[in-house]
């Protein structure tokens, strides 16, 4: 099994629209409308370009598995970098999360610029909270996080943090 990351292009519309289903959504409130989803495409497009992080396609033997990024947050009162993923239910229990997470934090912390990386899993999302502490997270509790930044809707969480400059 080989897991890599490619950076988001065009072609990962197809993908994203896999990820927007009742399924994959049901953490973040659900799936988003055509219109929101492509403005969240074009953002991940975008995002490279204006400094604020890098979207990826994660990939199971050259075949896009999900997504997973890094991108710019403030966060109580400081710029961290934030993190979140998706895998397809087909590729799910394969360590195809951990793998991506894992090449991501290198990325993350080639990149430089952050000393903290932060995960906001829901507060019910079991998965994705053992994700984290697999990664080498530490919880740093509970938090109403809101959730897409901006939108004013804010969604139970648990705040985990990654120190990018320990080894």
């Known amino acids: 099994m080989t897991v890599s990351l490619e950076p988001w292009t065009d072609d990962c519309l197809d993908l994203l629209r896999r990820i927007n289903t009742p399924q994959m959504r049901a953490h973040v409130g659900g799936p988003e409308d055509e219109e929101r989803l492509l403005a969240r ?6 995002m490279p ?4 992080g890098t979207m990826f396609a994660v990939l199971l033997d050259g075949e896009r598995a999900g997504s997973i990024c890094f991108h710019v947050r403030d966060w109580q009162g400081r710029t961290v970098y934030e993190t979140g993923w998706n895998v397809l239910p087909p590729y799910q229990g394969r360590g195809v999360a951990a793998a991506a997470g894992a090449a991501l934090v290198e990325a993350v912390r080639a990149d430089g610029r952050h000393r903290h990386l932060h995960a906001f899993p829901s507060v019910d999302n079991d998965p994705s909270n053992a994700l984290c502490r697999r990664l080498g997270f530490t919880l740093r509790g509970p938090c109403d996080f809101e959730y897409p930044a901006g939108s004013g809707r804010h969604l139970r969480s648990n705040d985990w943090r990654l120190d990018l400059s320990a080894p």
């Open 49 to 52: 370009g204006r400094g604020l």
């Open 41 to 46: 495409h074009h953002r991940y497009l975008a």
